[in-house]
């Protein structure tokens, strides 16, 4: 057995494997099993890291397998229905949940797979290989914790009357400011406190600019504003990152909506709260045509797509065992060079 315990934040990190019997129900003695522990979330590993059957599924602390998409709620005052301890906030203080799918200063670009049953985070595939942001001088990979808000959704049939392009078809993105680095599918609470609306090869691509309630400086950090005086540089780094980032690849710089300007928090909550009523129309829908999104859920009883959990757990198992890391790249580590 191997266990390594990281104690930095209040989502601990402890990890496990074995090679004993599966039959065995501990969590501790499960086979090949790699599991990792935060707060009232744990996620299992599955697959080797660095390859395209990678996986991270995420499960309850009762080992209740769960879709990090639909399952987990978007606000955090809704879990404190499921026993979840509350936080001392301000008054009114609207708190998110976050799911954490890139830790910061890492390349692998790691996503919610919308279309694979139970939406685990697996590492994006482009014409066959593994995606990994580059890294454009001074920045190294990403530059906060990116992930995802659940329950919310871009859709890409509506036109957004702010930018007049439609949405990307994913849950709506994060950028974690904070000072600590966090690990693929953990599951934070975050404050917001901006939005920049980012025009991605002709869709709508909200990133909401947030920080961890635990970080130390969450308590001054309530406006985008805030973030201008305490972190001065650091709005300015994320434009240019978004514009960039594709640079390497061939591809033109992204557009911005707004002239590149952030707009406040009230501005992004509501934008939250439409992506939210989206979702929500999307999990209600009686059928699926195509290629479409997988609603598959463990929790929302009045949706169609609710699966048991006979049938969640069946699809972790067919997928193959945690392993060791394959080796990354070595252009991974390349700078790239832009004029301004």
Not at 61 to 72: C, L, N, R, T, V
Not at 133 to 161: C, M, R
Not at 300 to 308: D, I, V
Request: with cysteine; hydrophobic share 35%; proline share 6%.
């Amino acid at each position: 057995m191997r266990s390594v315990i990281h104690t930095a934040t209040r989502f601990s990190a402890a990890f496990f494997s074995s090679q004993s019997s599966r039959k065995n129900t501990s969590l501790l003695t499960a086979a090949s099993i790699h599991l990792r522990k935060m707060a009232h979330y744990l996620t299992e590993l599955r697959g080797r890291p660095n390859s395209t059957d990678y996986r991270v599924y995420l499960k309850t602390s009762d080992g209740k397998y769960i879709s990090p998409f639909h399952d987990i709620p978007l606000y955090v005052a809704d879990e404190q229905e499921c026993g979840v301890p509350p936080k001392k906030l301000k008054m009114n203080e609207i708190l998110f949940n976050m799911v954490v799918e890139v830790p910061r200063w890492s390349n692998a670009k790691m996503e919610i797979a919308t279309k694979e049953p139970l939406n685990p985070i697996k590492q994006d595939v482009k014409k066959g290989k593994l995606r990994y942001v580059a890294n454009i001088f001074p920045h190294k990979g990403y530059i906060w914790n990116y992930g995802a808000l659940p329950q919310t959704w871009e859709d890409p049939s509506h036109t957004d009357k702010e930018t007049m392009c439609c949405g990307d078809n994913d849950p709506i993105d994060v950028c974690e400011i904070g000072s600590k680095v966090c690990v693929t599918g953990q599951v934070i609470q975050v404050k917001v406190l901006g939005i920049l609306g980012l025009i991605d090869e002709g869709e709508t691509d909200w990133k909401v600019i947030a920080i961890n309630i635990e970080d130390p400086d969450a308590s001054r950090l309530n406006s985008i504003e805030d973030v201008r005086k305490i972190k001065p540089g650091h709005l300015e780094a994320t434009v240019d990152w978004f514009k960039k980032y594709k640079v390497p690849d061939g591809k033109p710089e992204n557009q911005f909506a707004f002239n590149r300007q952030f707009k406040d928090k009230d501005f992004a909550i509501e934008v939250i709260k439409s992506t939210h009523s989206y979702w929500k129309a999307l999990v209600m829908r009686k059928k699926r045509n195509g290629d479409e999104i997988v609603c598959q859920n463990t929790s929302l009883c009045e949706s169609p797509f609710k699966c048991s959990d006979a049938e969640a757990s069946t699809v972790v198992e067919a997928a193959p065992e945690y392993g060791e890391p394959l080796p990354v790249p070595s252009e991974v580590d390349k700078w790239h060079f832009f004029t301004k």
